[in-house]
């Protein structure tokens, strides 16, 4: 049963949101197939193993007609679904992203069961990729339309996961990066990083045209699904994060690119805001949009005078005179490295105080 196109037909029928729930079987649905908790309804799907699986909303958004044809509509569908089972004898085994969502409902770290150990891709070394979008709903295509569109760009050696309607794991196989490398003369194992960069680049470009335009990727190390794809996933969440709080421009995220980043987040909000004090003495002119693009942009090229002059399309002796000027103002010299140092982790955490 394709639960997924039930949700959305029924989000488009009554223009509301449901969301998805996973729930400890010993808690919930003793006397019926609908719950009301906490001002949200829970409407009953399916079990599997010590778990319930259900559509909750607000409850108070729901008429009682509108609740009775959720109820009429979610019963027929299991019906049609026991039939199904009945007549092929056989029940129809978990699936890869009902594992996943359970586990990381109960924050659990469990092996896979053998029924998905059957697929021969989860068994060896993958890329694991994290797409994550905030675009409208209506400008989204359907999870089978991105599925297609990446077995196509990828010759089909993928598992694809949504996790949500604007979250998605991918798992790549690492024979698709090896043939690259291989056209390119370059060695896989000294050059990881620099490939897993330029593999994610181009998968960027593609749903960049091809799909919802600008989304959020982030890319990790090769591992084996089988093994850890639970603890993968959390920490391509916590990549996502850290990218999308400290490198608000860019929209591909890795962990050798944020080395700084992970230190400095342990750092309390009033940790940041004292060392950002004690940096800047004069925080407005510092922080002005020109005066920060200039610093940024001199960061991102090696603090490189004349290839920062390039990148800003300004004379390079207009760079210099920001810089001098920036000196003047603060005694900071960015062409000094330890000095650099400062403004560069100055501004990162200006950038997560911010936004609290």
């Known amino acids: 049963m394709n639960w997924d196109k039930i949700k959305t037909k029924l989000e488009q029928i009554l223009n509301l949101q449901f969301k998805w729930e996973v729930l400890q079987k010993n808690e919930w649905f003793f006397d019926g197939n609908t719950i009301e908790k906490n001002d949200q309804i829970y409407f009953y799907l399916y079990s599997e193993g010590s778990y319930y699986y259900a559509l909750s909303v607000n409850q108070t958004l729901l008429t009682s007609s ?47 069961p053998e029924s998905l150990l059957q697929t021969p891709q989860l068994l060896k070394n993958n890329i694991p990729i994290l797409i994550q979008t905030h675009v409208s709903d209506q400008n989204i295509g359907t999870d089978e339309e991105l599925f297609s569109l ?35 003369g370059k060695d896989i194992e000294h050059e990881m990083e620099e490939s897993l960069q330029f593999f994610s680049s181009s998968l960027y470009e593609m749903l960049l045209s091809e799909w919802v335009g600008k989304c959020h990727i982030a890319i990790h190390y090769p591992i084996v699904p089988s093994e850890s794809v639970i603890l993968i996933i959390k920490q391509l969440r916590e990549i996502m994060e850290l990218g999308r709080n400290y490198c608000q421009n860019e929209y591909i995220h890795s962990p050798w690119n944020l080395y700084l980043e992970s230190l400095l987040d342990i750092l309390s909000d009033e940790e940041r805001r004292l060392f950002i004090e004690r940096v800047f003495k004069q925080v407005d002119f510092v922080l002005d949009v020109e005066m920060k693009t200039t610093l940024e942009q001199f960061f991102n090229t090696s603090c490189n005078v004349s290839e920062t002059a390039k990148k800003l399309y300004i004379h390079r002796n207009t760079l210099i005179y920001r810089l001098d000027k920036f000196k003047q103002e603060t005694g900071l010299d960015v062409r000094v490295f330890n000095q650099a140092v400062l403004v560069k982790v100055s501004l990162l955490l200006y950038k997560l105080t911010k936004q609290h």
């Open 150 to 184: 990446l077995q196509s760009f990828y010759n089909s050696q993928i598992v694809f996961v949504p996790l949500s309607n604007k979250e998605y794991l991918l798992l790549c196989s690492l024979d698709l990066l090896e043939e690259e490398i291989e056209e390119q």
């Open 66 to 112: 509108e609740k009775s044809l959720i109820e009429m509509t979610l019963n027929t569908c299991r019906m049609n679904q026991n039939q199904t089972e009945s007549a092929s004898g056989n029940e129809k085994p978990i699936s890869l992203r009902t594992w996943i969502l359970n586990q990381l409902q109960y924050d659990l770290d469990e092996k896979l």
